[in-house]
């Protein structure tokens, strides 16, 4: 009964730091878009065997600047191809990433339509399988209370909620390299003797990295083999299962992950060149968006909120602290293995993906069950201190700054939220400053099993008011959704066409995805101008220049720019229309 109330306990919370309020915001960013557009056009064109084919330019690679790209080559007769298998973004080509994202929203889009909640429900589900994932691997490497302490650290940062209810390749390449470690390692902890077993969890594995693969390319290489060479240096551990079930499972892997990339070397040409850049190259060539090394060393106290004070002894305890009863340097393969492992596999990945030109936050979501474990690990090493201190001194000190961290975000909801100017919608945060007050009582009553499960609902409820109150309203002032069927009007007047193969991804997905680019002599256009927005705080916006549009429509002279102004982008605002008035000098794009 003990465990069922702690997986039911962990479902509750899971179900709703993952799915409530799934679907919102609007989508706004490019990285969602670009999952949704082509699995739109995947879903448009029937199922896969069915698939109605779809026109589109031939490509050619193009090197500008720093920047190599398959573009459109316009002097080749159109091709037809299966979307499902030739992703299609706006018309065009799209093979920057594999297409196992595409393929997961597609089939929602097929039973349910397009809606923001369908393309984050696959990885809201990840981030909840992946809950319990967490939690048997932290009682097969630390016991069961770790375990138990890291899926609820995991299920109540922020990070994860976020990172786990977008629509976008990371999740995936999180959740199938969590898989692959788990797989490994309990392959590794079975018995001598137990080579059947320990063969199931082998395949698991080699299937785990076909689809890891399969969902973000060669990185997943990366990300799987810095956490099983630091558990195999840290635990001193062979490599598990007869060689023939690794024969096997690699055979099951190639043949997930190669008949997509294969298909598509045979029909379009230079893709592994594209492959190359958008991997291997961020190494190297590839400077396009590059951040400084030292870009995620800033980031590394943002990434546990709200657990940043427990991660932070977490790290000094490998150096300071015990894990079991030889827990010296000295000790034990397992108990070495048990100080040392987390913070190699988190540590090992800061560093490697330091060196990658191209830096964001979701690169790391691979290495945050290594995150988890460093919190979980601590915060076990706390409780064990508080117990021993009678609930007095520095440990209970620690929980009791941990609680007010609750209530300091729950105040801080309420005062972003007046800032905004919705100071009805700061009343909502006053109940929720009361409730995460609660734990204190449980840490009077010395109750540590009602503490840090009163504390992940605070954090839980916390980011849910945040999202609902603040979060979500402020992305839905940027959203395009308004603007774009405002521009679709527009569009449709006598003699104005619109610059579809230039549109940003986030404008359309909210267009029909029959819009074409057509011989007229007033083109519309959009803009994205989040950057000059903020620039200019609030100074004139400057005119367009002819020159600026002239690259956007090389089939016809640009006379003439006017910005287009919008109801439902009023100002200085993100989106912003022009209508380009052209001269026609060639033949318009088909």
């Known amino acids: 009964m003990h465990w069922a109330r702690r997986f039911s306990f962990l479902t509750i919370l899971g179900l709703a730091a993952f799915f409530l309020l799934l679907g919102g915001p609007d989508i706004v960013t490019s990285h969602e878009a670009r999952v949704v557009q082509p699995a739109r056009m995947m879903a448009a064109s029937g199922w896969p065997w069915l698939a109605k084919p779809v026109e589109v330019p031939q490509v050619h690679l193009v090197q500008e600047g720093a920047v190599l790209r398959l573009a459109p080559d316009t002097s080749l007769p159109l091709m037809a191809v299966n979307p499902w298998l030739i992703p299609v973004l706006n ?20 039973f349910f339509g397009f809606s923001e909640w369908t393309v984050r429900l696959v990885p ?8 319990f994932v967490i939690f048997d691997l932290g009682q097969t490497l630390y016991g069961r209370s770790v375990g138990y302490y890291a899926a609820l650290v995991w299920v109540s940062t922020y990070t994860v ?134 870009f995620y060393i800033e980031q590394l106290p943002y990434l546990p909120l709200p657990w940043t004070l427990i ?16 827990g010296n340097f000295g000790a034990s393969p397992r108990s070495f293995g048990r100080r040392w492992f987390a913070i190699s596999w988190w540590g090992a990945s800061v560093i490697f993906f330091s060196l990658v030109n191209l830096k964001k936050n979701q690169y790391l979501l691979p290495a945050v069950p290594a995150q988890t474990f460093m919190i979980a690990i601590a915060l076990a090493q706390i409780i064990r201190w508080a ?28 005062v972003m939220v007046v800032i905004d100017h919705r100071p009805l919608m700061a009343v909502a945060a006053l109940p929720g400053v009361i409730f995460a ?32 109150l603040y979060f979500h309203p402020e992305e839905d002032g940027r959203s395009p959704k308004p603007v774009a069927a405002e521009l679709l009007a527009l569009s449709r007047q006598p003699g104005y066409t619109l610059l579809v193969p230039r549109l940003p991804e986030e404008v359309s997905i909210y267009l029909p995805l029959d819009m074409h680019y057509g011989y007229e002599k007033h083109v519309l256009t959009i803009m994205d101008d989040t950057h000059g927005v903020h620039q200019r705080h609030g100074k004139p916006v400057p005119p367009p220049q002819v020159s600026t549009f002239q690259r956007m429509v090389p089939d016809a002279e640009v006379t003439a720019v006017r910005r287009v102004p919008m109801k439902s982008a009023p100002g200085d605002a993100r989106w912003k229309v022009y209508d380009i008035t052209v001269r026609r000098t060639g033949f318009a794009l088909r």
């Open 161 to 294: 909620a976020d990172m786990y209810r977008k629509a976008m390749a990371d999740p995936y390449l999180g959740f199938f390299t969590l898989v692959c470690v788990w797989g490994w390692i309990r392959a590794c902890d079975i018995k001598v003797g137990k080579k059947a077993a320990s063969g199931r969890w082998v395949l698991l594995f080699y299937l785990s990295m076909g689809f890891a693969l399969l969902a973000k390319g060669p990185p997943a290489f990366v990300t799987v083999l810095i956490p099983l060479a630091a558990y195999h240096i840290c635990f001193r551990k062979r490599l598990p299962g007869r060689w023939t079930i690794h024969y096997a499972g690699i055979a099951l892997m190639l043949l997930i992950a190669l008949p997509w990339p294969a298909y598509v070397m045979r029909h379009i040409p230079h893709a592994i060149d594209q492959w190359r850049y958008e991997s291997v190259g961020e190494l190297a060539d590839n400077t396009e968006n590059a951040r400084p090394w030292f």
């Open 387 to 414: 117990r021993r201190a009678q609930f007095k001194g520095q440990p209970a000190a620690l929980l009791a700054i941990q609680t007010f961290i609750g209530a300091g975000f729950m105040i801080g909801v309420g």
């Open 437 to 468: 007050l609660i734990p204190l009582w449980a840490l009077r009553r010395q109750s540590t099993r009602n503490w840090i499960g009163l504390q992940t609902a605070v954090y839980v409820a916390a980011i849910l008011l945040f999202w609902g």
């Open 124 to 131: 809201a589900l990840l981030g909840l399988l992946a809950t």
């Open 91 to 110: 018309g065009n080509v799209r093979l920057q990433k594999p297409p196992l994202p595409y393929w997961c929203s597609a089939i929602l889009f097929r």
């Open 311 to 326: 991660w932070f002894v977490g790290c000094a305890i490998p150096f300071v602290g015990r894990l079991g009863a030889k």
